[in-house]
């Protein structure tokens, strides 16, 4: 049953662009929801009607991001060095040539073990693993019920925000096979703004096991 709604039709999504524009940060619908009267599911809906006519204003300098379970308005990427430059925000913001390798290993495979991982790239990954796990750009989200039980990642909202997509379908498309671990995936549990465990990787080996370790500690920090 509908919520009472707390405000008018013709308000609504003025009342969206402006609680997303004051959170800064993915909004979700079941708070919106609350916030405004309605159900979830309506709206997700108006939210999602909403960005597609927001979005197709090109001379607008952001843009309404939708997910799952929430939503959010962001600068549009063009914009990023003049941002840069008139907030004083001099740490670089790109991530290196290894850490979007592995993304992308992990984002058109998922969920992947690390093994998987190291016999795509024919290095040891643990290092940039971890490091986008700290980034949360990926997350271990189970374990593979095969001897030593490894962790599998799969990547995250903010991997999808950063990127500017809403889910990974929206990827270019790569002909090439998907691989699956073989295995039976067990659940894992992660608690919320956890940053979850890696299957043994400490970052011990992060000394010449990675070619490109160093581009790393320039990566973006979330």
């Given at each position: 049953?509908?919520?009472?709604?707390?405000?008018?039709n013709k308000d609504?999504?003025?009342?969206?662009?402006?609680?997303?524009?004051?959170?800064?940060?993915?909004?979700?619908?079941?708070?919106?929801?609350?916030?405004?009267?309605?159900?979830?599911?309506?709206?997700?809906?108006?939210?999602?009607?909403?960005?597609?006519?927001?979005?197709?204003?090109?001379?607008?300098?952001?843009?309404?991001?939708?997910?799952?379970?929430?939503?959010?308005?962001?600068?549009?990427?063009?914009?990023?060095?003049?941002?840069?430059?008139?907030?004083?925000?001099?740490?670089?913001?790109?991530?290196?040539?290894?850490?979007?390798?592995?993304?992308?290993?992990?984002?058109?495979?998922?969920?992947?073990?690390?093994?998987?991982?190291?016999?795509?790239?024919?290095?040891?990954?643990?290092?940039?693993?971890?490091?986008?796990?700290?980034?949360?750009?990926?997350?271990?989200?189970?374990?593979?019920?095969?001897?030593?039980?490894?962790?599998?990642?799969?990547?995250?909202?903010?991997?999808?925000?950063?990127?500017?997509?809403?889910s990974l379908e929206?990827?270019?498309?790569?002909?090439?096979?998907?691989?699956?671990?073989?295995?039976?995936?067990?659940?894992?549990?992660?608690?919320?703004?956890?940053?979850?465990?890696?299957?043994?990787?400490?970052?011990?080996?992060?000394?010449?096991?990675?070619?490109?370790?160093?581009?790393?500690?320039?990566?973006?920090?979330?």
């Amino acid at each position: 049953m509908d919520n009472v709604q707390k405000v008018e039709n013709k308000d609504t999504e003025s009342a969206i662009e402006a609680i997303l524009f004051a959170a800064g940060h993915p909004v979700a619908y079941s708070k919106l929801a609350e916030v405004l009267g309605f159900t979830e599911a309506t709206i997700k809906k108006k939210v999602k009607a909403f960005a597609e006519k927001y979005n197709a204003v090109s001379s607008r300098g952001i843009m309404m991001l939708t997910f799952e379970t929430s939503a959010q308005l962001c600068t549009k990427e063009k914009f990023l060095p003049l941002i840069k430059e008139a907030l004083g925000i001099r740490k670089g913001g790109n991530l290196s040539a290894s850490s979007l390798e592995v993304l992308a290993i992990i984002a058109y495979n998922e969920p992947v073990t690390r093994a998987f991982i190291d016999t795509v790239r024919k290095v040891d990954s643990a290092y940039v693993v971890n490091n986008l796990c700290e980034k949360n750009l990926i997350e271990a989200c189970g374990r593979l019920d095969v001897p030593g039980r490894p962790n599998i990642y799969r990547t995250t909202p903010t991997f999808l925000r950063c990127f500017g997509i809403d889910s990974l379908e929206q990827l270019p498309y790569v002909d090439v096979p998907r691989a699956k671990p073989e295995g039976e995936i067990i659940p894992l549990e992660i608690p919320e703004g956890e940053a979850p465990e890696g299957e043994g990787d400490t970052g011990e080996g992060a000394s010449g096991k990675d070619e490109a370790v160093e581009n790393d500690a320039q990566d973006i920090e979330e």
